[in-house]
């Protein structure tokens, strides 16, 4: 290896890191064949995919890269408030791409400053990426990817994924020591509440209830899936809570900056409450799959929970919300008096 490759790495494990690798930014060029089948698999959602062809052409928006650095950091150590699993997914929980107060988000930009140290010229996009970072954590041998689709190491999929380009032609690749998927093992895919998982190494996103309650699901009241989204409000964890690679995995031993904190002021009654500069300025920060504009979707994925599992102390939330604000929220509410017959 060589010995700039090795300084990348050590820096990236004294930075908290648990694998770093290095791969060819022409190593991405094969994420198009990953699209392809995909889209072959389920061609409805070619529009949906078709934006993520720019991932495997980095050098199109990025002509200086030559390689890239691809980290894995794992999030299953931190305690989970126990009133919002199987509300919020743990991921978006403990998210730190974007949150100052955490170490890991610290830790990041303190990595990337040893990259530039070293004489790199050295960017990353922390939010959506601007490459395929389960296909370059893949091609720089980090792991593998299970019939779930998620990402896996020794920790299992409670790791999360960041990536630098660099201007420099290095390579650093291991060779994962995983045991693969048992062909007879569907577990994650009965789990998935939608079957969005219909068969292993694909999805649809159209019918993914984590999609759903994020960055789709504008129109719930005629969402072809809101029953199946059950209790999620954001997210869902469905298909890595039943993978047996993931049992006795997570080790709630930290805490995570502020979560304790926030996660009392969350609730289903309580987001129906929550006034718009809340959820503008406090929620969406946290969580900003869902954009400053669209923050009434909380509430109305919060009536849609009240609504899967019903009980006679979500009646006077819900007419609450036929008095919200937001006409989409108001839609909701109605929706839900009219379907529950209250």
Known sequence: MDSLALQI???????????????????????????????????????????????????????WAKSVVVCVRR???????????????KYYLVDSRTDENSKDFQDSLSFEKALQDMGL????????????????????????????NFFYTENGSWVYLEAWLIDKELEAIETPNLRPCSDKCNLCIKACPSASLSQPYTMNPMACVSCITTFMGRDMPNERYKEEIGDWVYGCDACQDVCPMNINRWKEAEDFPYLEELSKEISLKKIIKMDYDFLENVMQPKFWYIPKQDVWKWKANAINAMVNNYKEQYK?????????????????????????NI
Not at 75 to 89: D, F, N, R, T, W
Not at 125 to 148: D, H, S
Not at 319 to 327: G, L, N, P, R
């Open 9 to 63: 790495k050590n820096a990236a494990l004294d930075m908290g890191y648990e694998k770093c690798g290095i791969i060819k930014v022409s190593d991405m060029y094969s994420y198009e064949e990953k699209l392809d089948e995909r889209i072959e698999r389920l061609p409805h959602t070619k529009p949906f995919y078709d934006r993520y062809y720019k991932f495997a052409r980095i050098q199109e928006s990025h002509p």
């Open 75 to 89: 999030y299953g150590k931190y305690k989970i408030p126990e009133h919002l699993k199987g509300m919020v997914a």
């Open 121 to 148: 010229r050295a960017e990353t996009e922390r939010k959506y990426g601007f490459t395929a970072l389960r296909w370059a954590a893949i091609k720089a041998g980090l792991g593998i990817v299970r019939r779930n």
């Open 316 to 340: 006077e939330s819900i007419y609450e919300a036929c008095k919200d604000s937001h006409e989409k929220v108001r839609e909701m509410a109605e929706w839900a008096i009219h379907k529950l």
